[in-house]
């Protein structure tokens, strides 16, 4: 989104010489700004194990069952690869240009304040939804152990510990999601260790497995297209939130030389934690296994707790649930503390009520942080559904805003890739998206396709209405806000010889300055393209080409 106090100088002549933000002096640093207090080591565990939660451990038992082993495989595979591309072309704007608005931000400075103002109210929305559905999946969870003790309240209980959290330091924040990332990585690599134990022979009967329940009954591919779109947005939710590791940029000690790295590790996390994951499910639990495609989710259903069990694990189901129960927590976690940044900007962009951008001693926007709050605990008066269906229909409604998101990133990329070639700063970057201009073109039209296919279901065998909303109302919410705001603020496409590409830039002076959304000038080292890594990823772009 523009810097509005420095839209009446050129992008191209803009000072960058100092980090002060504007409206202050050096002196005078305003007490609303957020402080660069994350570490390196507890950014690269949050993104690595911070998005590793329930719809990894529950949602893959329903994926198999409509969709069978195949189909789940090749699904979170594409979504992978889409995701991958993405976080290369985040991943090369946020090194460069580290704010907490993140890739909302940029949708609004590179593409059109419209999308920038639609996108963060749009992901706004998504976060708090995500906090709500990651409480809510714990009534969910309880259920395993006893359905005496009221489920709402232990969601209330844990949406209180994460509010707690999301209030103290960040330093507090950042080290609580290390530990429980951490946890959720170990059990991971465990269930991969076992799994392979459990398909050559380790199991309750003593047998091989192979590959033999590729070919069970309809498998691999169960409810062709149908039922292979409907893992789509299954897995889109599994993957959602990988993207808001960029978030934390604005608090994160020196982004522009911790964000390469963790960008690079996402294709490793990607390929052990989620593929090789789905794939051994697919080889140790056949897709009719009973409960699988049952709405009401839970650890009994979980083909984590499957294969656990599978090994003669006799408490292997407490362990799973107690597993998921803190993945959720953290999932919950982490969501909230991306929406309030998203809050934050939104107020500090003049987009919200300017009183969101309040920050306490910490300096975390805490009237975001209760804000956001508030709306997750609006989704509790829905649960007469049913905790297990109304998480259903929040898992399709992240998905899909995931999608969206997606997309809006490589669109933003893609112009600012062009921009910074247009105005020649490419030897400025700190990273480099190696897939630029095919990669975040074919993200880009995947990410629509999926969203367009992906609700199938709805409309077979008969037409389910509330299904309907649940996968599409994001696309006309959207849009309206999108055009709304373009046509009442009467912006325009930034152009690219017009676009700021100098306000925010990272400089390596005194790691802990307080930072807000506008705060960053200076000037990168030209050296800092040339460190070993980056060198390599040049190179292979230039072979690539």
């Known amino acids: 989104m523009p810097d509005h106090d420095s839209e009446k100088q050129p992008a191209a002549t803009r000072s960058t010489s100092s980090p002060v933000v504007p409206?202050?002096?050096?002196?005078?640093?305003s007490p609303n700004n957020l402080a660069r207090k994350l570490s390196p080591r507890q950014v690269q565990m949050i993104a690595i194990g911070g998005t590793i939660g329930t719809g990894l451990?529950?949602?893959?038992?329903?994926?198999?069952?409509?969709?069978?082993?195949?189909?789940?495989?090749?699904?979170?595979?594409?979504?992978?690869?889409?995701?991958?591309?993405?976080?290369?072309?985040?991943?090369?704007?946020?090194?460069?240009?580290?704010?907490?608005?993140?890739?909302?931000?940029?949708?609004?400075?590179?593409?059109?304040?419209?999308?920038?103002?639609?996108?963060?109210?749009?992901?706004?929305a998504n976060d708090a939804i995500s906090t709500a559905s990651d409480v809510i999946a714990l009534q969910v969870l309880l259920q395993y152990w006893t359905d005496k003790f009221p489920g709402w309240v232990l969601s209330l209980i844990c949406l209180v510990f994460v509010l707690g959290l999301n209030l103290c330091s960040v330093r507090i924040f950042g080290e609580a999601e290390y530990w429980l990332c951490l946890l959720k990585v170990m059990t991971i690599i465990a269930f991969i260790i076992v799994g392979i134990v459990v398909n050559c022979g380790a199991n309750t009967e003593h047998t091989y497995l192979g590959d033999k329940y590729f070919y069970v009954g309809d498998a691999p591919f169960v409810g062709g297209?149908?039922?292979?779109?409907?893992?789509?947005?299954?897995?889109?939710?599994?993957y959602g939130g990988t993207e808001n590791v960029a978030m934390?940029?604005?608090?994160?000690?020196?982004?522009?030389?911790?964000?390469?790295?963790?960008?690079?590790?996402?294709?490793?996390?990607?390929v052990v934690f989620y593929v090789v994951s789905i794939a051994i499910i697919g080889f140790d639990v056949p897709y009719d296994y009973p409960g699988l495609a049952s709405s009401r989710a839970d650890s009994s259903t979980s083909p984590f707790t499957i294969v656990f069990a599978e090994a003669g694990s006799a408490v292997a189901g407490s362990f799973v649930n107690a597993v998921v129960m803190t993945s959720a927590i953290s999932a919950a976690n982490h969501a909230l503390f991306a929406g309030s940044r998203l809050l934050y900007t939104l107020a500090m962009e003049g987009y919200a009520p300017r009183?969101?951008?309040?920050?306490?001693?910490?300096?975390?926007?805490?009237?975001?942080?209760?804000?956001?709050?508030?709306?997750?605990?609006?989704?509790?008066?829905?649960?007469?559904?049913?905790?297990?269906?109304?998480?259903?229909?929040?898992?399709?409604?992240?998905?899909?805003?995931?999608?969206?998101?997606?997309?809006?990133?490589?669109?933003?990329?893609?112009?600012?890739?062009a921009a910074i070639r247009r105005q020649k700063l490419e030897h400025l970057l700190p990273f480099k998206n190696f897939t630029y201009p095919v990669g975040p073109a074919l993200a880009v039209a995947l990410n629509i396709f999926l969203v367009l296919i992906q609700g199938w279901s709805c409309f077979s065998p008969r037409f389910d209405a509330v299904s309907f909303v649940s996968y599409y109302v994001e696309i006309p919410v959207m849009a309206a806000m999108f055009l709304g705001w373009k046509f009442w603020k009467g912006t325009k496409i930034v152009l690219l010889d017009e676009m700021d590409l100098l306000t925010d830039r990272y400089q390596f002076e005194n790691e802990e300055t307080l930072v807000s959304p506008h705060s960053f000038g200076g000037t990168l080292p030209r050296s800092w393209p040339n460190v070993p890594g980056v060198g390599i990823l040049r190179s292979a772009a230039k072979y690539i080409a």
């Open 355 to 417: 009183q969101l951008s309040h920050t306490n001693r910490f300096h975390v926007p805490w009237v975001a942080v209760l804000t956001t709050t508030a709306i997750s605990a609006l989704c509790f008066g829905a649960s007469k559904a049913g905790a297990g269906q109304l998480w259903s229909w929040l898992q399709n409604l992240v998905g899909v805003s995931n999608q969206i998101s997606w997309t809006c990133i490589c669109i933003a990329s893609l112009r600012f890739r």
């Open 225 to 238: 297209i149908g039922g292979m779109a409907s893992v789509f947005v299954t897995a889109s939710f599994a």
């Open 23 to 29: 409206g202050t002096t050096s002196e005078s640093i």
């Open 248 to 270: 934390t940029a604005g608090e994160t000690r020196d982004p522009a030389r911790t964000y390469p790295g963790v960008i690079r590790n996402v294709f490793w996390r990607i």
């Open 57 to 124: 451990y529950l949602g893959t038992g329903r994926a198999l069952a409509t969709g069978g082993p195949g189909s789940m495989l090749l699904a979170y595979t594409i979504c992978g690869a889409i995701v991958f591309l993405t976080m290369l072309s985040l991943g090369e704007m946020v090194a460069f240009i580290p704010v907490s608005g993140s890739f909302c931000t940029f949708a609004g400075r590179f593409v059109d304040e419209g999308l920038g103002f639609a996108l963060t109210w749009n992901y706004w």
